[in-house]
C-alpha cells in the first residue's frame, strides 16, 4: 500500500518551481514506539517535510 500510495504522490505532485517531488518509505511498518522512533529519526535525517499515513483499517 505504501508504495502505491508513494508511486500516486509522485505521479502527480510537483514542487511549485515543477521538480517532481520525492517519496521515502519508513524501513518497517510502525506498530509501536520504537518503529515510530526509527521512522522519525530516519526522516529528520532525510529532511522529510511531510508524512503520510496508510493503513488498511
Known amino acids: 500500500m505504501s508504495k ?3 508511486k ?3 505521479e502527480n505532485l510537483r514542487h511549485p518551481n515543477g521538480m517532481a517531488i520525492e517519496c521515502m518509505i519508513a ?3 510502525i506498530g509501536g514506539v520504537a518503529e ?3 521512522c ?3 526522516f529528520s ?3 522529510v517535510a511531510v508524512t503520510v499515513t496508510v493503513t488498511p483499517c
Open 8 to 10: 500516486l504522490l509522485s
Open 40 to 42: 522519525a529519526d530516519k
Open 4 to 6: 502505491a500510495a508513494a
Open 36 to 38: 515510530a522512533a526509527a
Open 27 to 29: 524501513d518497517s511498518t
Open 45 to 47: 535525517r532525510e529532511n
